[in-house]
Every structure is written in structure tokens, then in C-alpha cells.
């Protein structure tokens, strides 16, 4: 008999977790009486949208269980990444959504799913059978997408209270390590220019916004955000805010 009812709870939850998820992912809609500057960073982040499912939530593993359906339901391999890139903006949006909700523990643990799904969608990338210009292009894609994630970030940066602060740069920290990552993949040197090209604007603006926030050496950081791990202070020595 309890079988029978979990059975038919399951196949109800199956049926409007569709919706669930649909509803979950609103854009953020830029107000026309919003200023250039205002309207300029909302176009970056109109694509982080404001999940209503969140780790710690009890339908979120509903959540994880459509999100496998549909990357198995998706036969062409691209497709099949494209979806990943989506799941790590979907990560990403989690984790702003708890910084920006004070839900620091659950953030920390939602930014080893962040990272997970970035090493995932880069091990498919690696995994494709195709020519090396296709793979870079797709590498140049997660590269653009997580360092505009960091653009994203900086923005909730200065919007949270003091105790979320330290959660959102160890979150850009992932978010680093994922571009450096990706950047590292691209073999192609055209490729690699263009997307320099594409995101110095961003990249300039992080590194000022690194310093702004006293991450200017080694013990600042460990001070200021914990003793991370090497492969974390490592992301930030690519950036060249911190010296070894």
C-alpha cells in the first residue's frame, strides 16, 4: 500500500515539476526609468534568473531528477552541452539567490555544485568528437559565460549585508577558477584574442573591484575570506591581483 501511494506521489511530482521549473526561471526585467549604467548591468545579468526552487528546499531534488531527463532526452552532442552551459548559469543563480537571501551555508554548498557542473559541461567539451575549432568555440563559451558570472556577482556584492560578503567572493573564486579553466582548453589563438577582446571591459572592471575590496595580497585573502584551497588563490594569481 505505501508503495502504491509513493508510486502515485512520484508520478504527480513528475507531472508539474515542468511547470515548477518553468516558473522558476523569470528574467529580470529592466524598468525604462532605470539609468544607462543601471540598464547596462541588468543586461548582463537579465539571463540569471530567480530560481524558486533552492537547494534545502524539499521539491528541490525534483529539480536535479528533470534536469537529468531532459540532457538524456537530448540526442545531438552540442545540444547536450548547450544544456550544461545552461545548468551552470542555473547554478549560478541559485547561489546569488541564497547569498542575496543570507543563506550563507547553503550557498557554500551550492557553489560545489557551481563548480561541479562547470567541470562536467568541460570534460563533455573534451569528450566530443569534433574539430578542434568547434571545441574551442564551445570552451570560449563557458569562458565568456563564467567571467560574466563574476560581473553578476559583483553587482549582489554590493547589495548584500557584511556577513553574505565573504560568501559572494568565494563565489567568484569558483567562478575563476571554471574561466581559467576553460580559457586554458582553447588551442585555437584567434579564438583566445576574440574572447580577450570581448571581456577586458569585464575583466578591468573586476580586478579594480578585487582591490576595492581589499584583496591586494596573499594574507588579505586568507584573512578576509579563510585559508582557501590552492587551486581557489591559484584563480586569483591568474588575474594578477595577488602575487606569489
Known sequence: MIKKILFIVLIISLFYLP???????????????ETETEAETESVIEQ??????????????????????????I??????????????????AESKT????????????????????INKTLEQITQLKSDSQQTDRLNAEVAEETIRHQEVLMDVYGKVPEVAKQGVLNTINRSEQGYQQATNSIDSAEIKENLTKQITQIKSKLQLFLQNAGIQSRQQIKKGL????????????NLGIIED
Open 48 to 73: 540569471i534568473y530567480s530560481p524558486h526552487l533552492l537547494p534545502g528546499q524539499p521539491l528541490y531534488f525534483l529539480k536535479g531528477w528533470w534536469e537529468k531527463i531532459r540532457l538524456f532526452l
Open 19 to 33: 511547470f515548477i521549473i518553468q516558473a522558476s526561471a523569470i528574467p529580470t526585467v529592466i524598468s525604462e526609468t
Open 98 to 117: 541564497l547569498l542575496e537571501q543570507q543563506k550563507i551555508t547553503q550557498a557554500e554548498a551550492n557553489n560545489e555544485r557551481y563548480q561541479f557542473q
Open 75 to 92: 540526442s545531438d552532442p552540442i545540444g547536450k552541452i548547450n544544456y550544461s552551459i545552461n545548468l551552470i548559469r542555473a547554478r549560478l
Open 226 to 237: 579563510g585559508v582557501l584551497e590552492k587551486e581557489t588563490t591559484q584563480g586569483l594569481e
